[in-house]
């Protein structure tokens, strides 16, 4: 379905089969927010497990790994 946010937000969601990766970047002035739906990841050396979440500001790249399949929502926010 669809669904209609009345703010500056973008929402994406993954499935990360089980040894991949995935690289997100936020732009300058953008806030994230990531949800693990479901499975087990890791960024750097912190695990993420189903129902974890995690704030992310000012300009970042960082890269997401799983030894088994993860699925995840990114939420892309103005910073305020």
């Known amino acids: ?9 973008w929402i994406s969601a993954a ?6 990766s995935l690289n997100l970047e ?3 002035g953008r806030a994230g ?13 912190q695990p993420l497990t189903e129902g ?3 704030a ?4 970042a790249q960082f890269t997401l790994t799983t030894p088994t399949t993860a ?3 990114w939420f892309d926010l103005p910073d305020v």
């Open 56 to 59: 992310v500001f000012g300009s």
């Open 33 to 45: 927010w990531l949800e693990v739906a479901q499975g087990e990841l890791w960024l750097h050396e």
């Open 15 to 20: 499935v990360l089969e089980a040894g991949h």
């Open 52 to 54: 974890d979440g995690l």
């Open 1 to 9: 379905g669809t669904v209609t946010i009345y703010q500056d937000t």
């Open 71 to 73: 699925e995840i929502l």
């Open 26 to 28: 936020l732009a300058p």
